[in-house]
């Protein structure tokens, strides 16, 4: 202060000036940095709420992220297409298809073979009926008074059930009358047939033409009889159950 005062005037008035100077620059210093701080703090409390919304929506976003993958999943399992099917090869499904026909022609074979071999079976067997009445018929009309009791035998052979007791009962006369009259007669078959058939028997019709000759009586005329007979399966041969003569 007592330099201040000893100071000339001109020397006091500068130095007044730069200390006035001085002073006037130094708040404005302080001005700027309390400014630059208060924008700081500004800043710095803007940033914090920024930081914290997008704290906020992390889990929302993270909740949306897993939301739609696990969409994307289930949309990739559902698109997904099924495994494909293993197709068969050419050659299988020919052998699967042979296979298929050779079966069936064996089935049908078999069928046919069973049919075509009953079929046989009941051929034969009528032929069988019709033969064995055809033979008895003849049996019946052919008699030789030379050897009656073999052309009776060969009767009575050929008979079964009722027809064999009734003619055997009455062969022995019969033989007798033959031998008498020694009479001949030879009969011979003009239609024979089936008159009606089962399994195990038939009813054969007979057109049967007689010629006739007694010893020392004149030549008879040819007779023509019908006879229905009855032929009845005996094991695996077949004989005359019965005989009807047929207007």
Same mark, same amino acid.
């Given at each position: 202060?007592? /330099? @201040?005062?000893?100071?000339? =005037?001109?020397?006091? $008035? +500068?130095?007044?000036?730069?200390? %006035?100077? #001085?002073?006037?620059? !130094?708040?404005?210093?302080?001005?700027?940095?309390?400014?630059?701080?208060?924008?700081?703090?500004?800043?710095?409390?803007?940033?914090?709420?920024?930081?914290?919304?997008? /704290? @906020?929506?992390?889990?929302? =976003?993270?909740?949306? $992220? +897993?939301?739609?993958?696990?969409? %994307?999943? #289930?949309?990739?399992? !559902?698109?997904?297409?099924?495994?494909?099917?293993?197709?068969?090869?050419?050659?299988?499904?020919?052998?699967?298809?042979?296979?298929?026909?050779?079966?069936?022609?064996?089935?049908?074979?078999?069928?046919?073979?069973?049919?075509?071999?009953?079929?046989?079976?009941?051929?034969?067997?009528?032929?069988?009926?019709?033969?064995?009445?055809?033979?008895?018929?003849?049996?019946?009309?052919?008699?030789?008074?030379?050897?009656?009791?073999?052309?009776?035998?060969?009767?009575?052979?050929?008979?079964?059930?009722?027809?064999?007791?009734?003619?055997?009962?009455?062969?022995?006369?019969?033989?007798?009358?033959?031998?008498?009259?020694?009479?001949?007669?030879?009969?011979?078959?003009?239609?024979?047939?089936?008159?009606?058939?089962?399994?195990?028997?038939?009813?054969?019709?007979?057109?049967?033409?007689?010629?006739?000759?007694?010893?020392?009586?004149?030549?008879?005329?040819?007779?023509?009889?019908?006879?229905?007979?009855?032929?009845?399966?005996?094991?695996?041969?077949?004989?005359?159950?019965?005989?009807?003569?047929?207007?």
């Amino acid at each position: 202060m007592a /330099d @201040d005062a000893a100071a000339p =005037d001109g020397e006091l $008035t +500068e130095s007044s000036a730069a200390e %006035e100077s #001085s002073g006037a620059v !130094e708040p404005d210093s302080a001005a700027k940095e309390a400014g630059t701080a208060s924008e700081a703090e500004a800043t710095k409390k803007t940033a914090e709420p920024a930081d914290e919304k997008v /704290d @906020d929506t992390e889990p929302a =976003d993270s909740d949306e $992220t +897993e939301a739609a993958e696990s969409d %994307e999943e #289930s949309a990739d399992s !559902e698109a997904a297409p099924a495994p494909p099917r293993k197709r068969m090869s050419h050659l299988r499904l020919a052998t699967i298809a042979g296979l298929v026909v050779v079966l069936a022609l064996a089935g049908l074979t078999g069928w046919t073979g069973y049919r075509g071999y009953k079929a046989y079976e009941g051929e034969k067997q009528r032929e069988l009926f019709l033969q064995v009445g055809r033979q008895g018929a003849i049996n019946l009309t052919t008699i030789d008074w030379e050897h009656a009791e073999a052309d009776v035998q060969r009767v009575l052979d050929s008979a079964t059930g009722t027809f064999y007791d009734d003619f055997q009962n009455r062969s022995a006369p019969f033989v007798e009358v033959v031998k008498q009259a020694q009479s001949k007669s030879v009969g011979s078959i003009s239609e024979a047939g089936l008159e009606s058939a089962s399994n195990d028997e038939a009813k054969v019709l007979v057109a049967v033409t007689v010629n006739t000759s007694n010893l020392g009586a004149p030549q008879q005329d040819p007779r023509a009889w019908r006879m229905r007979l009855t032929v009845t399966k005996v094991g695996d041969d077949a004989k005359v159950s019965n005989v009807e003569f047929v207007p």
